[in-house]
């Protein structure tokens, strides 16, 4: 049984949105922090954003503040990552994460977190 499943990945033009949602199940998932991660092609998985069990603290990569938006709605169990103004250099796999909330910083380290999704394919192009 998959945990966390990504949905909403796609090709779209440089300049465009996506909207990308992660439904969690099985898990108490508002205990969770949660996290988006993304992967290119001979590049290290790195992290994109990241939120807080209750939504209160978020933290964003340098490379997609002001363009990206991560958010919750715990009664639904999924959280989202609106992704405005992309360009080519966001194409990757974008992958879904969470970890047993400790009320702290939220980690941008992927062994910190040790639920994964499958992740989708975004593609960015010129």
């Known amino acids: 049984q998959r945990l966390l499943v990504e949905s909403g990945g796609g090709l779209v033009q440089a300049g465009g949105s996506l909207t990308l949602s992660c439904a969690a199940s099985?898990?108490?998932?508002?205990?969770?922090?949660m996290a988006w991660f993304r992967q290119a092609p001979g590049k290290e998985r790195e992290s994109v954003a990241a939120?807080?069990?209750?939504?209160?603290?978020?933290d964003y990569a340098d490379s997609v503040k002001g363009r990206f938006a991560i958010s919750r709605e715990n009664a639904k169990n999924t959280v989202y990552l609106q992704m405005n103004s992309l360009k080519p250099e966001d194409t990757a796999v974008y992958y879904c994460?969470?970890?047993?909330?400790?009320?702290?910083?939220?980690?941008?380290?992927?062994?910190?977190?040790?639920?994964w999704g499958l992740g989708t394919q975004v593609t960015v192009s010129s």
């Open positions: 939120i807080s069990q209750s939504g209160g603290s978020k």
């Open positions: 099985a898990v108490a998932f508002s205990y969770y922090d």
């Open positions: 994460a969470a970890r047993p909330g400790s009320g702290g910083s939220l980690p941008r380290q992927p062994y910190m977190y040790n639920l």
